[in-house]
C-alpha cells in the first residue's frame, strides 16, 4: 500500500461549470451540459422508453463516512435501473463486496427495488449520464465534476473516498485540491486529503475480472481496509468543507 498526504485541503467545492447549479448534487433529468450525452441519452430513450434513461443520483445517505465512486452508469446497469452499479456485473461484485463489510444490508437483487439499503455509505460516479462504449469524454468529466464537488461538500462526515478506475481518480483528485503528481493512481493506495483517505481499486468491470487485472480477493482488500481504518482511527469525526 502505498500512502500520500495533504493536509490543506479545499475548504469548498470547486464553482459549478457554466449551466450548472453550485448548490445541487445532482443534475436534472434533462439535464443539456453535455451535448453528446444528451444526444446518446435520448437515443438510448426512445430505443428503450421503459429504462431510466437519465442522471443516475447517488445512492446512500448524504451522512455516510464511505463515499464509492464509479466512472459512468452502464446503458444496460444504471441507465437502465436508474440506481449506481445496479443491473451490471460491476455491481454484483460492489454490491457483494459491500455486504460483506458491512456497508449494505439485506439482499442485492439488480434491481431498485430490491430492499437492499447502504449502511454508512454512499455511491456516485464522476460522469452521472451513461457515455457511448462506457467512454466519457474529458471535457465530459470536466463538466460533470461541479457535482461531484457538490456532493463531496454535501457530506459532513465523509471520512473516506473509494476511487474505481483512475478516471474516478483523476477526477475526485481535482475535486478535492490534490494536486496529480503527489496523489497518482495505483490499486491499493490511499491518500490523505484533511480528514479523508482516498482509496484506489481498479474498476470492478467484467473485462477487468475476466483478465484478472482486478481479482475479488484484491477488491474486497481495499474495503477491508476501510472498514479497518474507519473503525481504529483516532482522529475525530469533523467537517472536510466548510
Known sequence: MTTTSRTDTQSRAEPALSGANTASTEPGRDCPL????????LSVRAREPDWFNAPVPS???PDAALLIVGL???????????????????????????LKYGFAAGHYQARVDDGLT?????????VRCVPPQNKPLPAEINTCRAFLSATLAAMPKLRAIVALGRI?????????????????FAHGAVHRAGAVRLYDSYHCSRYNTNT????????ESVFAQVRADLEHDPEKWKPVFG
Do not use: W
Open 34 to 41: 453535455c451535448p453528446r450525452l444528451v444526444d446518446y441519452r
Open 118 to 126: 447502504l449502511v454508512d455509505c454512499r455511491i456516485s460516479n464522476a
Open 212 to 219: 484478472r487485472v482486478l481479482t475479488p480477493e484484491m477488491f
Open 59 to 61: 445512492f446512500g445517505d
Open 168 to 184: 474516478a481518480h483523476d477526477s475526485v483528485v481535482k475535486a478535492l485540491g490534490l494536486r496529480a503528481k503527489a496523489a497518482p
Open 72 to 98: 459512468a452508469p452502464g446503458v444496460q446497469g444504471a441507465n437502465r435501473t436508474g440506481r449506481p452499479f445496479t443491473g451490471d456485473y460491476a455491481g454484483d461484485l460492489l454490491y457483494a463486496t459491500l
